[in-house]
C-alpha cells in the first residue's frame, strides 16, 4: 500500500479509468495502463511529442531544443520518450521556457 501524500508516487491509471487522457483512448492500439508520475491536466491534450535519434547530430539537438522551446511558450506541452539525443533535447528546451514535459516510456517503470 502506498501512502498517498508521497509526491513521487506512480499511479496507474487504466484504460476505462476517467482520469486516462482522452486523445490516448483514440489511438490505434492505446496501452490499457499508464503508470503516471506527476500528474495529468486537461491542458496536456494540447500536447507534441518530439522523438528522434539517440545518437542524434548536434545540430538535430539544437533544433529539436529550439522547437521544444517555441511550443512551451505557445502553451504547448512537449511530449519525449526520456532517451538519449533528440528525446533529451526536448525538455532541455522546454523547461527553461516554464513549459510542460511528459516523458513516455515503452515499458514499466521498473525497467530501463
Known amino acids: 500500500m502506498r501512502p498517498e501524500h508521497i509526491r513521487d ?3 496507474v491509471i487504466m484504460s476505462d479509468d476517467a482520469a486516462y487522457p482522452a486523445h ?8 490499457s495502463l499508464l503508470y503516471v ?19 542524434a ?5 539544437a533544433v529539436a531544443e529550439h522547437l521544444a522551446r517555441d511550443l512551451a511558450t505557445c502553451g504547448i ?3 519525449s520518450g526520456m532517451a538519449r539525443g533528440i528525446d533529451a533535447a526536448a525538455p532541455q528546451g522546454a523547461l527553461p521556457a516554464r ?3 511528459i516523458a513516455v516510456l515503452g515499458c514499466g517503470p521498473d525497467a530501463v
Open 37 to 55: 508520475r506527476g500528474e495529468l491536466r486537461p491542458a496536456d491534450g494540447s500536447d507534441v511529442a518530439i522523438v528522434g535519434a539517440r545518437r
Open 77 to 79: 506541452t512537449v511530449v
Open 9 to 11: 508516487a506512480i499511479a
Open 57 to 61: 547530430t548536434e545540430h538535430g539537438r
Open 24 to 31: 490516448v483512448r483514440t489511438n490505434f492500439d492505446p496501452p
Open 99 to 101: 513549459g510542460r514535459t
